[in-house]
């Protein structure tokens, strides 16, 4: 890309190009994900939909691959691409509510936070995931589950309108009514078919929650595992548990005395009253031994949903692999005990998280999600702030997976997958639905611009 195109590029936008020689490079490139270092040859730091047309346009223009990164929370590191031109959302961050229609409107650039903080003074929020600097537009356009998914569904599910920028540079609106074979696609297929520059979402009443984690001496993760999974049918849809094999980490809050330790861990959330939520959590929990803690306690949901925030900041090692699971069986449990017991360092884990109740309630071809009838999405994540740590903890992450695998389903949540899985996984993961998505691709995209992500090919 000569420094005429790049003149040309920042000619073009009201935001912010930063180009390779530039004293801000750095920092416009650094990715969430530390094991990843990719280098553009520009960022475009868009300020509106106006720049990210043109920005669309640049790339077609002149041959560039061209990547789009809103929140910048991917794994894989998805939102970057090498020698190309990165679209970066992450100043278009406004929230508009409307608490007596209970919809918001959210740009592309917004955290799952951003969203918390404008929905929460209206007694309302949106079903999303568990960590606040999660990017809502990666965590949409591959489904979103969380806390609240058992009883409002994933955040697909309470999509209701996205506006996107085409491959050929058109804006337009995706709904029920207006192209609504793209809002089919949009609704658990990824980035493959455009930019989009903001969503609008159903929102539900969710004020205070009773809520934290219950942790156990991984010892006793047997018996807690088994009892959760013949739990798990008859709890209310008001609750989610979700549950996790992991370390404590060597630092506050944790109690000095478990710093290292390796536990089970039952993170919960009753969307209700507290004395609600003990009934709801009394048949699973009051017939498991004495935990090492019990931290819940009656919430702000943002509070909830941040709680995390401080354990995984920017910058971290991560890698991680996901399945779908249906049934979690006596054997299957033994395989993952095995596989914890191993656990390079003390932010590795594995997390179990309830997709059942709402998402249930929905046909497997209503949207482009179309695994509604898993149980879980699991996901194996090798985790570490230092970078000599990397080979070790991909290939716990590797191994893990390979030992579960066998009992899960065949595809996972893309958010949980990494890049190096091959075409067959996404297959998988998209079942029956993924012709349907060719031929979606090939009508909004055939040239394939929109490429750096889980790619699904336009139908020949």
Not at 41 to 62: K, L, S, Y
Not at 226 to 236: F, I, S
Not at 369 to 377: E, P, V
Request: proline share 7%; charged share 20%; aromatic share 8%.
């Amino acid at each position: 890309m000569s420094g005429d195109a790049v003149a040309t590029l920042r000619s073009r936008l009201r935001g912010t190009t930063v180009a390779r020689g530039d004293p801000d490079y750095d920092a416009a490139r650094a990715l969430y994900n530390g094991m990843i270092d990719k280098k553009p040859r520009v960022v475009a730091q868009c300020a509106d939909v106006a720049d990210v047309i043109a920005a669309v346009n640049h790339a077609r223009e002149n041959g560039l691959t061209l990547a789009i990164r809103c929140g910048g929370h991917n794994g894989p590191g998805l939102g970057s691409v090498d020698d190309g031109l990165v679209i970066d959302l992450g100043r278009m961050r406004g929230v508009r509510v409307d608490p007596e229609a209970r919809t918001v409107r959210v740009e592309a650039g917004c955290t799952q936070g951003d969203v918390d903080h404008a929905t929460h003074p209206f007694g309302l929020a949106v079903p999303a995931g568990i960590i606040s600097t999660t990017g809502i537009a990666g965590l949409t356009l591959s489904g979103g589950h969380g806390y609240l998914t058992r009883k409002y569904g994933l955040t697909i599910d309470n999509l209701l309108e996205a506006d996107v920028v085409l491959a050929d540079g058109r804006f337009v609106v995706a709904n029920a009514t207006q192209n609504p074979d793209l809002f089919w696609a949009l609704r658990g297929g990824g980035g493959n078919f455009g930019a989009v520059t903001s969503f609008l979402f159903r929102a539900h009443p969710v004020s205070q929650v009773f809520a934290g984690p219950v942790a156990y001496d991984q010892a006793q993760a047997g018996e807690i595992m088994r009892t959760y999974r013949d739990a798990l049918p008859r709890m209310p849809e008001e609750l989610c548990i979700f549950l996790g094999l992991k370390k404590l980490v060597s630092s506050a809050p944790f109690p000095e005395p478990v710093w290292g330790k390796r536990i089970c861990l039952l993170m919960c959330c009753y969307v209700g009253a507290e004395e609600e939520g003990r009934r709801a959590m009394a048949p699973l929990l009051d017939t498991l031994p004495a935990p090492l803690f019990d931290w819940r306690g009656t919430m702000p949901y943002p509070a909830l949903q941040s709680m995390f925030d401080p354990l995984y900041p920017k910058g971290m090692q991560w890698y991680w692999r996901g399945d779908f699971v249906k049934e979690l069986t006596d054997a299957a449990i033994t395989a993952h005990l095995e596989q914890a017991a191993r656990t390079p360092s003390e932010f590795s884990l594995m997390h179990l998280y309830p997709i059942d109740g709402a998402v249930h309630r929905v046909a497997p071809d209503a949207t482009a999600w179309r695994t509604r009838d898993a149980t879980w999405s699991m996901v194996i994540a090798g985790i570490d702030p230092n970078p000599q740590n990397a080979g070790a903890i991909t290939r716990w992450a590797k191994a893990y997976w390979d030992a579960v695998h066998p009992f899960d389903m065949g595809g996972a949540y893309p958010n949980f997958m990494m890049d190096d899985e091959g075409d067959a996984r996404i297959r998988a993961t998209f079942g029956e639905n993924y012709s349907r998505l060719q031929a979606v691709k090939r009508r909004y995209d055939p040239a394939n611009l929109f490429h750096v992500n889980h790619n699904i090919r336009p139908a020949a």
